[in-house]
C-alpha cells in the first residue's frame, strides 16, 4: 500500500460517512450512530497513516519534508483537521446530528484534492523559501483554524435552517429538525468553535509573521495571502466583540460565521488561484 | 453630558470598535486587488488616467501607507488605549476585592447557590468544609460574619486581565512596527564573489546606508535536486572591521547572518561569465586566485605560472564542468577538466598543484535592520497568551455561609463565573454534593 492509495481510499470513506451521518439524521437512525463514529474514527486512521507514508516516501526519494507543502498536501491535511475537530466536538458535547453538516465538508475537501487538474499530487521538493519548521508551525496551526471555522459553518447552517422553519412552524420539518440540539445550544458551539478557530488562526499569522522574518526579514508586507488572513481575523474579532460586547447571538452570529468562513476560503483558495502573491505555491 | 466627555465616550465605545474593524477589513481589500507600489504609468495604462488621477488623491497605489489607512489604525489604537483606560479600573477592583465583604444578602441572591443543614455545630462544620475545599484545590480564608462564618475560596482572578493583555499587545505591536519604520531600513545589494561592500542601497530612494563594517562574499553556490531544482542557495559571508575578520557563517534562505543588529538574507543570485580560479603550488602553499573571463590568461608577476579557462560545459544559464589551461616554469602546457567547483590535486611535469575552478556569481542580498521586531514579537507572545487566559479561563468564585439558627447549623453555598458558566455549574454541583457529605 502507498500514500496515494490511503488517500485515495480516504476520499471515499468520508463520501460513506456523509451518508451515514445523513442517514442518521434525515431517518432518525439513532442506533446507527456508534457505528457511523467508528467507522469516522477508522477513516481516520487511515488518513493519519496515509499521510505519514506519504511523509516516509518523501523521505524515500530523498526530499524527505512533512506533507504540508502544496496545494494537494493541505487540502488532505484539511481534510483531516476537520474530521479531528468534528469527532473531538462529538465526543466532547455527545451531539451526532451535526455530523451530517460537519463531515461532508472533510468530503469535499478530499474529493477536490483528488480529482481536481489545476494542481499536481506529486511529492515534489521543496523550494529553498519554504525549507523552515516555522512553515510546519504555520501551516499546521492554520489549519487547525480553519477547521474550526469550517465546523463553525455546519453548525451556522443548521442554526439557520431550524431557525427558519421553527419561525415557519411546519410540523413534519420540525419534527425532523427536532433531533437537531436545540438553537441555544447549536448558537453557544458555533461561539466555541469560533473562538477556538479564533485562537488558531492568530497563532497561524503569528508563525507566519516570525518565518517570513526569517526568511526575508519582513515580518509582514500585505501581500494577499497575508492581507487576507488579517481580513478574515478581523471578521472573526467583530464577530466576538458583536456577540461578547453587545450580546449578538442566533441569526446575526450564524451569519458572520458563514462570512468568516467564505473569508477564510477566499484567504486559501481564492487568493492562490484569482490574486497573484507571495504565497504562489499553491499554483504550482 | 458636557463636551470633552462626549469624545471621551466616543472613543470608549465598543460600537467604534466594531465600525473601526469593519471599515478595515473591507478597505484591506482594495490593496489585494489593486497592484500595489507600481509606478505611475502603470496604472495610467492599466486603469486610463481619470482613474490613475483618483487612485493617486486616495493613495491607492500605496494604500497600507496612506494617511487614512494609518488613520484607522490610529482610531483603532485611539479607541483601544480609552476603552482600557476606562474599563481597568473596575475588572482590577474584582481582581482585588476582599470577597469576604460581599454582603449576604448578595450570596443569598445569586443564580448558583444550595443549602442544607449540617449535623455538626458551626466551627466543626466550617473545619470539615474548609479541609474539603482544600482537598479539592479550593485554598480558602474566612472571617466572621453576620453572625456566623464566612468561608471564601476562588480560582485564577488574574485571568480577568487577559482582555487587557490582548488589547495591549496589539498596542505593542503597533509600537514595534513604528520603532521598525523610523529607525530601521530594509535595503538589497548584489556582491560579486570575492568582493566586499561597505554600504547597501535601501529599497524605497535607492539611497546609499554605510554599513559601519564591511561584508564580503568568499562563495556562493546553488545546491540542485535530481530534476534541476534549486535545493539551496548558499552564500559564505564574512563581516570584517579595520580589515579584520569578525564574523563568519554561511547564509541560506531562512538562515540569515545578524551583525550589530544588521541582518542579511539570501535573496538572489546573477551568474557571470567569468570564473573564480585558484591555484596552489602544494610545495611552496603559495596560492593564486584570480577572476578570469573564458578564455583569457592570468599572467604571475615574477614567475613562470600562467593559466585560464579554455573550455566549459553548461546546463542552461550555468556551467557544469570547467577545462582549466595551466603553464609553469617546466615550459609545458596541461589541460585540466573539472567540475564545477571541484578541487583537484594534479601532477604537473614534477610539480604539485591543487586546481579549483568555478563559474562566478554575485550573491543578491536583501538586507534588514529593524529594532523594533522584538517589540513585536514581545506583541506576539503577550497576544497568545492573552488569547489563552481570556478564551480558556475564568474566574471562578466560592462563598460558603455558616450559621446557627434555632439550635441548627444552616450552610449556604454561593458561586460564579465570569466565563464559561455551563462547566462552573458542573464543577459546583460536584462540589456540593462532595461537602453536604
Ligand atoms: C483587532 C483588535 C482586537 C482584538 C483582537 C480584540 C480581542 C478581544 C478578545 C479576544 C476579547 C475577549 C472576548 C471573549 O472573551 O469572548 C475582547 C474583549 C473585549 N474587547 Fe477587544 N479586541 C480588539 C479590539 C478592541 C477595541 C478597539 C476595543 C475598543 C473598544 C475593544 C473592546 C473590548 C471589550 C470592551 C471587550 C470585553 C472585555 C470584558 O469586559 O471582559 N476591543 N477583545
Avoid at chain 2, 348 to 371: F, N, S, V
Avoid at chain 2, 378 to 398: E, K, N, P, Q, Y
Wanted: proline share 3%; aromatic share 14%.
Amino acid at each position: 500500500m502507498d500514500s496515494s492509495q490511503l488517500l485515495g481510499i480516504t476520499t471515499f470513506t468520508y463520501l460513506f460517512s456523509s451518508i451515514l451521518y445523513a442517514v442518521i439524521f434525515i431517518f432518525r437512525a439513532k442506533s446507527l450512530g456508534p457505528a457511523t463514529t467508528v467507522f469516522t474514527s477508522i477513516a481516520l486512521l487511515i488518513q493519519t497513516i496515509g499521510i505519514g507514508l506519504r511523509w516516509q516516501e518523501s523521505y524515500q526519494i530523498g526530499i524527505g519534508h512533512a506533507p504540508l507543502t502544496n496545494m494537494y498536501e493541505s487540502l488532505v491535511f484539511f481534510a483531516w483537521t476537520i474530521i479531528a475537530f468534528y469527532l473531538f466536538l462529538e465526543w466532547k458535547y455527545k451531539i451526532r446530528t451535526i455530523g451530517a453538516f460537519a463531515v461532508p465538508f472533510a468530503f469535499l475537501a478530499m474529493a477536490y484534492a483528488s480529482f481536481s487538474t489545476e494542481f499536481s499530487k506529486e511529492i515534489s521538493p521543496l523550494i529553498p523559501a519554504l525549507q523552515s519548521n516555522w512553515l510546519i508551525a504555520h501551516v499546521v496551526t492554520c489549519f487547525i483554524g480553519y477547521a474550526a471555522f469550517t465546523v463553525a459553518t455546519g453548525l451556522a447552517i443548521i442554526y439557520l435552517i431550524k431557525n427558519s422553519s421553527a419561525s415557519r412552524n411546519s410540523t413534519d420539518e420540525s419534527t425532523l429538525l427536532a433531533t437537531l440540539p436545540s438553537l441555544s445550544v447549536i448558537d453557544d458551539l458555533t461561539h466555541k468553535s469560533m473562538v477556538f478557530g479564533f485562537l488558531w488562526l492568530t497563532v497561524g499569522i503569528i508563525t507566519g509573521a516570525v518565518w517570513a522574518n526569517s526568511a526575508w526579514g519582513t515580518y509582514w508586507s500585505w501581500d494577499p495571502k497575508e492581507t487576507w488572513s488579517l481580513i478574515t481575523w478581523f471578521i472573526y474579532a467583530i464577530t466576538l466583540h458583536a456577540r461578547y460586547t453587545r450580546g449578538w447571538g442566533g441569526k446575526r452570529i450564524a451569519w458572520l460565521a458563514i462570512l468568516g468562513f467564505l473569508s477564510v476560503l477566499f484567504t486559501y483558495y481564492g487568493v492562490n488561484f484569482i490574486l497573484s502573491g507571495l504565497h504562489s505555491y499553491g499554483s504550482s | 453630558m458636557n463636551q470633552s466627555n462626549s469624545v471621551w465616550a466616543f472613543f470608549a465605545s465598543v460600537k467604534l470598535a466594531l465600525v473601526t474593524l469593519f471599515f478595515l477589513a473591507i478597505t484591506s481589500i482594495i490593496g489585494t486587488v489593486i497592484p500595489q507600489k507600481e509606478t505611475a504609468q502603470v496604472y495610467i495604462d492599466t486603469y486610463g488616467q481619470n482613474t490613475a488621477n483618483l487612485f493617486q488623491i486616495f493613495s491607492i497605489p500605496d494604500m497600507y501607507n496612506s494617511w487614512w489607512f494609518l488613520g484607522l489604525l490610529a482610531l483603532l489604537s485611539a479607541n483601544l488605549i480609552v476603552c482600557s483606560i476606562e474599563r481597568f479600573p473596575a475588572a482590577w477592583a474584582i481582581i482585588k476585592a476582599d470577597n469576604l465583604a460581599t454582603p449576604l444578602k448578595r450570596l443569598q441572591q445569586m443564580r448558583l447557590r444550595r443549602e442544607w443543614t449540617s449535623a455538626l455545630n458551626v466551627s466543626d462544620t466550617e473545619a470539615t468544609l474548609a479541609a474539603t475545599l482544600n482537598t479539592n484545590g479550593w485554598k480558602n480564608q474566612s472571617r466572621q460574619k453576620d453572625s456566623g462564618r464566612l468561608l471564601f475560596s476562588q480560582k485564577a482572578p488574574m485571568s480577568r486581565t487577559g482582555v487587557y493583555i490582548v488589547h495591549i499587545s496589539i498596542l505593542i505591536i503597533f509600537v514595534g512596527a513604528i520603532i521598525g519604520e523610523m529607525f530601521g531600513y530594509k535595503g538589497s545589494v548584489m556582491l560579486p564573489e570575492t568582493q566586499s561592500t561597505e554600504q547597501i542601497y535601501t529599497f524605497r530612494t535607492n539611497e546609499a546606508i554605510p554599513l559601519g563594517f564591511e561584508v564580503r562574499c568568499d562563495l556562493f553556490e546553488i545546491e540542485l535536486y535530481d530534476n534541476g531544482m534549486a535545493k539551496a542557495y548558499r552564500s559564505e559571508l564574512t563581516v570584517l572591521e579595520n580589515n579584520e575578520i569578525v564574523r563568519q557563517k554561511t547564509i541560506v534562505v531562512n538562515d540569515p547572518l545578524t551583525y550589530k543588529g544588521v541582518t542579511f538574507y539570501q535573496s538572489s543570485y546573477q551568474p557571470y561569465q567569468s570564473f573564480v580560479v585558484t591555484v596552489s603550488d602544494m610545495t611552496s602553499a603559495k596560492k593564486i586566485q584570480a577572476i578570469l573571463p573564458y578564455q583569457q590568461q592570468h599572467v604571475e608577476p615574477n614567475s613562470d605560472l600562467r593559466f585560464g579557462i579554455i573550455n566549459a560545459k553548461t546546463a542552461g544559464q550555468s556551467v557544469t564542468d570547467i577545462k582549466l589551461w595551466l603553464k609553469d616554469q617546466s615550459g609545458v602546457s596541461g589541460n585540466y577538466w573539472l567540475s564545477d567547483g571541484e578541487q583537484k590535486i594534479i601532477e604537473h611535469e614534477g610539480t604539485t598543484y591543487l586546481i579549483a575552478a568555478k563559474q562566478m556569481y554575485a550573491t543578491g542580498l536583501q538586507i534588514a535592520k529593524d529594532p523594533g521586531v522584538w517589540t513585536v514579537y514581545v506583541g506576539f507572545t503577550l497576544m497568545i497568551i492573552g488569547l489563552l487566559m481570556a478564551f480558556f479561563m475564568s474566574h471562578r468564585r466560592l462563598w460558603i455561609h455558616i450559621r446557627e439558627e434555632d439550635g441548627k447549623t444552616l450552610v449556604l453555598m454561593s458561586g460564579s463565573a465570569n466565563k464559561n458558566r455551563g462547566a462552573f455549574e458542573k464543577t459546583f454541583s460536584a462540589l456540593a454534593d462532595q461537602v453536604q457529605k
